[in-house]
């Protein structure tokens, strides 16, 4: 059985900080690219941060989160993760792990999300 759990969220107050967890089963978490995206109310599902399977050698962000964002991944522990410092009212959203597969013959993976609010 093939599962994204994320954990993590909660709310926070502006400038304040959260770490995003994504623990991942039932697949080679290894050979999936890691994405993290965001849904805010009302709004379409966003790109905030992607990471290549071994971790080092592509790792890209939104615009709006770069040097406040920082994803990484621990493939011995098939997690990958999202800290996010100095947060803006903006940055609230559920936040969903996906795993991008490495060719089309694999599924793509979604997890159920996590809720980030922030606001004094």
């Known amino acids: 059985q093939v599962q994204l759990v994320e954990s993590g969220g909660g709310l926070v107050q502006p400038g304040g900080s959260l770490r995003l967890s994504c623990a991942a089963s039932?697949?080679?978490?290894?050979?999936?690219?890691m994405n993290w995206f965001r849904q805010a109310p009302g709004k379409e599902r966003e790109f905030v941060a992607t990471?290549?399977?071994?971790?080092?050698?592509?790792?890209y962000y939104r615009d709006s989160v770069k040097g406040r964002f920082t994803i990484s991944r621990d493939n011995a522990k098939n997690t990958v993760y999202l800290q996010m410092n100095s947060l803006k009212p903006e940055d609230t959203a559920v936040y969903y792990c996906?795993?991008?597969?490495?060719?089309?013959?694999?599924?793509?993976?979604w997890g159920q999300g996590t809720q980030v609010t922030v606001s004094s």
């Open positions: 990471i290549s399977r071994s971790g080092g050698s592509s790792i």
């Open positions: 996906n795993g991008h597969p490495p060719s089309s013959s694999f599924p793509n993976y």
């Open positions: 039932g697949f080679t978490f290894s050979m999936y690219t």
